[in-house]
């Protein structure tokens, strides 16, 4: 086999193993991985705004909005304006949000950062650089992309 079928084949287990863990997270608590994240992001918080929460998860403010309208819906987020400044809204997780959280099997990225991290400086700066790579060649360098593992489009 050359190399090019080998490194579409590593690519295609990598969506793959996205797309078997997106079923396993939908199943078990009807969320997205993205989702889930923005849960976490808030239950690691007292509360957050919007633009922090788009700058942490590496979105756009737009995606964000959409993302926690649909939140806010399902009664997982809670949107309250600021006392101290009223033009601001914060956003707060829910009961029912943290109640997904504990459904949700085990994030398949946290799998990915403990071996990541286990990894010599050398071999990730090379990863990175890989990945980067792959990204460019396929022409997703400015893709709006948050740092999730999870398939398909972010706004849902």
């Known amino acids: 086999m050359n190399r090019t079928d080998v490194s579409l084949i590593a690519l295609r287990r990598i969506l793959r193993a996205t797309e078997i863990y997106g079923r396993e997270l939908a199943k078990a608590a009807g969320l997205t991985a993205v989702q889930i994240r923005v849960l976490q992001v808030l239950a690691e918080t007292d509360h957050t705004t919007p633009k922090a929460l788009s700058s942490r998860m ?5 995606t964000i909005t959409t993302l926690i309208d649909r939140m806010v ?3 997982l987020v809670e949107r309250q304006r600021s006392e101290t400044d009223r033009r601001q809204m914060n956003l707060f997780i829910t009961t029912a949000g943290r109640e997904a959280i504990d459904r949700a099997p085990d994030p398949l990225q946290e799998r990915y950062i403990k071996e990541f991290n286990r990894l010599p400086d050398w071999e990730q700066a090379m990863i990175v650089a890989a990945l980067e790579r792959v990204a460019g060649l396929l022409n997703a360098g400015d893709i ?6 999870d398939h398909g489009d972010i706004k849902r």
Do not use: F, M
């Open 58 to 62: 590496g979105v756009s403010q737009a």
């Open 144 to 149: 709006d992309a948050s740092p999730v593992l």
């Open 73 to 75: 819906a399902k009664g």
